[in-house]
């Protein structure tokens, strides 16, 4: 009999239970949460391209970098966008339900002063502007009043070609002729003051040959020290001799003079050449050689040109 029992109990015996199986089964099913989802899916639309649709988007990426706006471009929407938004009346519109002390500090300041929506501040019979003042952005580098006011184009003769006893200048005259050649000289490039003057003068002989000019200062362009130097030495002592006889005639005082001139010309530094002819081709025929093209107006030219310098476009 004890054989027997210890047999039925052996085969009646409960087996153990694992409590770690659940976890693991519940582990083996991945959470509908999990990034492998999406990562599984990222993988397969990429395998998926053809070289046709991968060539494709390129392209589109590119597109759309080269239409990014520039900064001077970004500045003016954002300009626009600010003056085009009109705080008052928001505030007007906003605070005229609220109670007067819930108020901004600024209108009810503005309201003690007498303020009325749609009207300017200060007594009713003042001239007072009913508009903000007009912001003109500066283009330059310079601080507020560092840079020199502009010089007309039809004054710089006056200015840079005046001797001492022969013209006189103002005060006023000086410091503009002084302040003007300082800046001309720190403007440009020195390495590419002569390439961007020759191309300056080509330009303006041809817009003034248009209008019907024969002759202008801005076309002369100073020959290089070879140029000279060949043009010396083809020169007979005939030619010399001819050149005195020239000189002692009185019908050439005219020539003389406009020789003068010309050296006169010649002897500033390119910088100061260049200014003066770009503010030229500015002024007269609304052109910007650095966007190269000639607008129709000074208005199109001051709203569609960046600006002055190189660095603005």
Same mark, same amino acid.
């Given at each position: 009999? %004890? $054989?027997?029992? +210890?047999n039925s109990s052996n085969s009646t015996r409960a087996k153990p239970v694992n409590l770690?199986? %659940?976890q693991e089964a519940d582990e083996e099913e991945e959470d509908f949460m999990s990034d492998k989802f999406l990562k599984q899916i990222t993988e /397969? +639309?990429?395998e998926n391209k053809t070289y046709s649709e991968k060539r494709k988007r390129r392209l589109i990426d590119a597109s759309t970098n080269h239409q990014k706006r520039s900064r001077v471009q970004r500045e003016i929407e954002a300009r626009e966008e600010g003056l085009s938004r009109n705080l008052i009346q928001a505030n007007v519109v906003q605070e005229e339900k609220a109670p007067p002390e819930s108020h901004s500090k600024a209108f009810q300041m503005m309201l003690k002063m007498g303020f009325q929506p749609g009207n300017s501040l200060g007594a009713s019979a003042s001239n007072g502007? =009913?508009? $903000?003042? =007009?912001i003109v952005p500066r283009s330059g580098r310079a601080g507020i009043g560092i840079a020199p006011k502009p010089v007309s184009a039809a004054k710089l003769p006056r200015l840079l070609f005046s001797v001492e006893g022969k013209m006189d200048l103002t005060e006023e005259e000086t410091a503009q002729r002084e302040a003007f050649l300082a800046t001309s000289r720190t403007r440009f490039d020195g390495r590419k003051v002569d390439a961007i003057l020759g191309r300056a003068c080509r330009t303006c002989e041809e817009l003034d040959r248009r209008r019907g000019l024969e002759s202008n200062i801005f076309w002369i362009i100073k020959p290089s020290p070879q140029d000279e130097s060949r043009e010396d030495a083809h020169l007979t002592r005939l030619d010399r001799l001819v050149s005195l006889d020239c000189q002692n005639d009185p019908d050439n005082i005219l020539e003389d003079l406009e020789d003068e001139e010309k050296q006169n010309w010649l002897a500033l530094d390119p910088? /100061?050449?260049?200014?003066? /002819?770009?503010g030229y081709l500015r002024e007269e025929y609304f052109y910007c050689i650095w966007? %190269?093209?000639q607008y129709e107006s000074l208005e199109e030219l001051n709203k569609e040109c960046p600006g002055e310098e190189e660095d603005d476009h």
């Open positions: 009999m %004890g $054989p027997c029992r +210890s770690h199986d %659940g /397969t +639309s990429t502007s =009913n508009e $903000p003042i =007009n910088s /100061t050449r260049l200014s003066c /002819t770009l966007c %190269g093209c």
